[in-house]
Each structure stands twice: as C-alpha cells, then as structure tokens.
C-alpha cells in the first residue's frame, strides 16, 4: 500500500465527502482540522469510526483525508461514514460482506421533500378559517 490511496465518496443529504485511505501514522483530518475537532457533538465521532471497529482495522496504520462539503451536521457525518466504508472496501474487497451486514454500505437516500404550490412547507397547510 506505499504511496498509494484508495477513495470513497460517500452522500447524504446535501453533503458530500471525498474520503482517502492511506498507510501512515494514523492521522484523520476533515477540511483540514483533526477529526474531534471539526466534528464535536456526541457521538458523532464514534459513528464515523464504525467502518474501522466492523473491518477490525488499526487506526493507527492508517492516514485518513477528508474532504466534506455541504449539508449540515448530520448528513456530513453520515457522508464521511460512508465514504469511508466505500474506501475500506476498496482497500480490501473482502471487507465487503462485513460492512454489508452491519448496514455501512447502505445509502440512506431520504432528502428534503419539495415545497409544493398553496402550502407552507411540502405538506403543511395554512390555518383553516371558516370565516
């Protein structure tokens, strides 16, 4: 794996994250800034880190680049996730039945319905007056 990357894009929502998987000292940055710091509500964190614990991979082997533009909280880290997964399976093809069964390659591709015409969102109605 010398001076060779493996990538995995990865969507949700708005978000989109380019995820690169190298042989290194175990960095993980997103945009730039160490993982914690970019991303630092509960839980959020571990999620991401999930594809690592399900491959039983070393974090500490690996080099992990992140590019996530868009979208908010949520569908940034739901996008890294997968993208991630899409990377590490890349990196070894036999990773993919274990990720499959814990649910990591499966696209969550529920996305903002539109507003539609006489409403105030995509389904709410104005206030009914009789008079």
Known sequence: MADR?????????????????MSGQGQFTVNGKPLNEYFTRLGD????????EVAQQDRSQLDISVLVRGGGVTGQTDA????????LVQLNPD???????????????????????????ARKAPTYTKR
């Open 5 to 21: 990357y493996y990538e995995g894009v990865g969507r949700r929502k708005e978000a989109v994250a380019r995820v690169r998987v």
């Open 45 to 52: 964190v571990d999620a991401i880190l999930r594809p690592l």
């Open 80 to 87: 890294v996730k997968l993208g991630l997964t899409r990377a």
């Open 95 to 121: 990773f993919r039945p274990l990720m499959r069964k814990a649910g990591l390659l499966t696209v969550d591709a529920r996305v903002k319905e539109r507003k539609k015409p006489g409403l105030k969102r």
